[in-house]
């Protein structure tokens, strides 16, 4: 079983600041990392996939890092807003089955 | 509306009895997965299909299975269904090659089945 952990579990902040989260996951096998953003009562909505070592994702105020060889990968948004209230979920990929393994989530709530 | 469709919306069916789940990819997507969402537990992978053939497989149980037809839109059938099963039942498509690894995966609005 493998493990894909996300830290915090929750946070709260206030509209304008700004916050990362973390997902952990094996260091070897690594093939993709996915992240996602879910709203409540909504479907997931893809954010980035991460495949290299190394790798910066950026969308408007929202970016990510990934490390592979310590196996750790930080989502951050830069000023917060309550629009960015969701769950956000990394999904590690692995090479032996190209099977998904999804984190239990960071729900951010953004209080105005 | 990622352009992933799924029927039906809901489901209320009977323990022991059998549904099927449809999904229509994106158009031009050739890859098709399927997830379940159940209360106690995450978002579980549980089988990718890509152009018609099994790519790879997750946690699926042997009563589930899927299929994915030449028009590209994949159905997954629940049988001998267990009160467990009470899931949120999500399908996503993307592009689609030989490992789908670096693609974005766009999802449907999801199937909510309850089994009393």
Not at chain 1, 38 to 59: I, R, Y
Not at chain 2, 50 to 76: C, M, T, V
Not at chain 2, 90 to 116: H, M
Request: charged fraction near 20%.
């Amino acid at each position: 079983i493998l493990n894909v952990e996300q830290s915090p579990q929750s946070l709260h902040v206030q509209e304008g600041d700004s916050t990362n989260f973390t997902c952990s996951f094996p260091s070897s096998n690594f093939y993709a990392l996915h992240w996602y953003r879910w709203e409540t009562a909504k479907s997931p909505e893809a954010l980035f996939v991460m495949t290299l070592n190394g790798d910066e994702k950026k969308k408007g105020r929202i970016s990510a890092t990934l490390n592979t060889k310590e196996g750790y990968s930080y989502l951050y948004i830069k000023g917060s807003q309550p629009e960015d209230s969701a769950t956000y979920l990394c999904a590690f990929v692995d090479t032996n089955a190209g099977k998904s393994t999804f984190g239990d989530g960071t729900t951010l709530t953004v209080k105005p | 509306d990622s352009g992933v469709t799924q029927t039906p919306k809901h489901l209320i069916t009977a323990t022991g009895q059998r549904v099927t789940l449809r999904c229509s990819p994106r158009s031009g997507d050739l890859s098709v997965y399927w997830y379940q969402q159940s209360l106690d537990q995450g978002l579980q992978f549980l089988i990718q299909y890509y152009n018609g053939e099994e790519r790879a497989k997750g946690n699926i149980l042997e009563r589930f299975s899927a299929q994915q037809f030449p028009d590209l839109h994949s159905e997954l059938n629940l049988s001998s269904l267990e009160l467990g099963d009470s899931a949120l039942y999500f399908c996503a498509s993307s592009v689609g090659s030989s490992r789908s690894r670096g693609e974005t995966q766009y999802f449907g609005p999801g199937t909510r089945l309850l089994v009393l």
